[in-house]
């Protein structure tokens, strides 16, 4: 009677349970994490590290040199489009596995118990390269638009204003970073008390940028010119016109991605199996409206577009949106206090973004030590014993990610190399749950509140395909002629890093690698 009462007191408290965490017992795993963060909570993590200006603002400029207007705003039309399918994909696949770590769980368990392990073997480690070098493509960018905020408050290029040299961007990609992961040891509340500021801070902001600039700008470029305007630069020497508008949409390709991080914290969520889907597809749906406003706000607004690039302009030529910030107030007050400003707002954005990147980075480093895929796992899985967040994983992070800076003090072209590897990386992780799940047999699935039905194929196929376009076009060249100083290096990093982690699987991992290792037992609840 006594064990009777023991089950019966049991079963109530797991018909108690929140959803999510019920779903998490059922897949093996014990409720670690606090479980506090609301729906709105989630929303705010996961859009400020998709962020409004984060990817659209350092490729701009180059997007816009290789084609012109009309492919860059028409670009990022398309390539929402498509982003759509991913997005809807992940959001069945989550809403069925509601766990931190989300694609390498949900490799391994799509894939089946033959092919689990290698399959979350290569998305947990392609989703952990992607993050980390997502918080190094954040740090150089905010260096980016710092660089240019302190070179207009004391001047410009033209009046004698300071362009920080190489060794001082460094310190400030260096600094972002430490900031950043000193606020992630911090308990999630203040994670997520400052991401509700960022969400405010970039849907205000960008309605703020939006309207004003193009009211400010003393003229605006005509509807044609930015619909319809096709234009090549010579100095990127392309000659192909195909080849060229491949290369516009990579601002696009770069931006719509980031939404998997409310995965991640879906052990964290209440009613994550609801909410996390909701929170992956809510964030696509604000970017791609408000990322498409801000494209044509900037556009509109171009007073002089061969200007933009001239080495002697007041921004030196390196940043264009500042530029077209500049060109704008100036003309019409005479200062560059305005401008200032908006690049504050952005510089903002990035500070926010970096952040929320951090604490994907670390959640994924942290699912994959916990179940010891990573070196010395013991000391990466520990979870701060006050804070109940994974300390020693967001110091790891911040550790490679400075690593991955360091040649700023000598290669010009370390922005396309971090962005490249970041975007395949990150992306690349997405397509080997969706895969799986386009190839297991639907009995095999156990669906959640989000569920497709026989649509899921069609859509996990397109999804996977364009998932396959967004990496390759990643490796290719972005200048010619190929130089030392043009070459991306991206292909050759990767080839290492990815050989390495293959090499370590075939000679040593695939012999205890099991993928996802249960810390609970399932059959009677106990750990």
């Not at 699912?367 to 110091?395: C, E, M, Q, T, Y």
């Not at 050759?492 to 090499?503: E, Q």
Request: with cysteine; charged share 10%; proline share 4%.
């Amino acid at each position: 009677m006594g064990f009777n009462n023991e089950e019966a007191e049991a079963n109530s408290q797991f018909a108690e349970m929140d959803t999510g965490e019920k779903r998490l017992n059922e897949l093996g795993y014990k409720q670690e994490l606090r479980r506090e963060m609301t729906l709105f909570k989630t929303l705010a993590i996961s859009f400020s590290t998709m962020t409004l200006f984060t990817g659209i603002t350092p490729l701009y400029g180059s997007s816009l040199l290789y084609a012109g207007p009309a492919s860059l705003v028409w670009g990022w039309v398309v390539v929402s489009f498509f982003t759509w399918f991913v997005g809807i994909a992940m959001a069945e696949i989550c809403s069925s596995f509601p766990t931190t770590g989300s694609l390498y769980f949900w490799a391994a368990h799509l894939a089946g118990p033959k092919w689990g392990p290698f399959a979350s073997w290569c998305c947990a480690w392609l989703e952990a390269i992607g993050l980390i070098a997502g918080i190094g493509t954040q740090a150089y960018a905010g260096s980016q638009t710092l660089q240019s905020i302190i070179l207009l408050c004391t001047g410009t290029n033209k009046d004698g204003g300071y362009l920080a040299p190489k060794w001082l961007f460094l310190c400030m990609y260096m600094g972002l970073t430490f900031i950043w992961a000193f606020l992630n040891t911090f308990a999630l509340e203040v994670i997520a008390f400052i991401d509700i500021i960022s969400i405010w801070w970039q849907l205000i902001g960008g309605i703020i940028i939006v309207i004003m600039l193009p009211l400010v700008a003393l003229t605006t470029q005509s509807a044609s010119f930015v619909f319809s305007h096709f234009e090549m630069a010579e100095s990127t020497g392309i000659s192909s016109k195909p080849y060229a508008v491949i290369l516009a949409f990579l601002v696009s390709q770069y931006s719509l991605y980031g939404y998997d991080a409310a995965a991640h914290l879906t052990e964290e969520t209440k009613g994550a199996d609801k909410n996390g889907p909701i929170a992956i597809l809510t964030s696509i749906g604000i970017i791609s409206v408000f990322g498409w406003a801000y494209i044509l706000a900037l556009t509109f607004s171009i007073q002089d577009f061969d200007y933009l690039y001239d080495p002697t302009n007041e921004t030196a030529g390196v940043f264009v949106p500042a530029q077209i910030l500049y060109d704008a107030f100036h003309g019409r007050y005479h200062s560059s206090t305005g401008a200032i400003i908006l690049l504050f707002i952005i510089w903002g954005s990035f500070f926010f973004g970096g952040l929320s990147i951090t604490t994907s980075a670390a959640r994924v480093v942290y699912a994959l030590s916990r179940d010891k895929g990573v070196p010395f796992s013991s000391i990466w899985r520990k979870v701060h014993p006050k804070h109940k967040v994974p300390s020693n994983a967001v110091w790891l992070c911040a550790a490679i990610c400075v690593l991955l800076g360091i040649p700023i003090l000598k290669v010009n072209v370390v922005f396309t190399a971090i962005t490249s590897i970041c975007t395949i990386g990150w992306v690349g992780g997405y397509a080997v749950p969706i895969f799986a799940r386009m190839v297991m047999e639907e009995k095999n699935f156990k669906p959640g509140p989000f569920y497709l039905g026989k649509a899921s194929r069609p859509i996990c196929l397109i999804a996977f395909l364009w998932i396959c376009y967004t990496c390759s076009v990643f490796l290719l060249p972005t200048l010619y002629p190929i130089t030392w100083d043009t070459f991306n290096y991206a292909p050759v990093a990767l080839a290492v890093g990815l050989g390495m982690i293959m090499l370590w699987w075939v000679f040593d991992a695939r012999r205890w690698f099991k993928g996802p290792v249960r810390n609970i037992d399932a059959h009677n609840g106990k750990v």
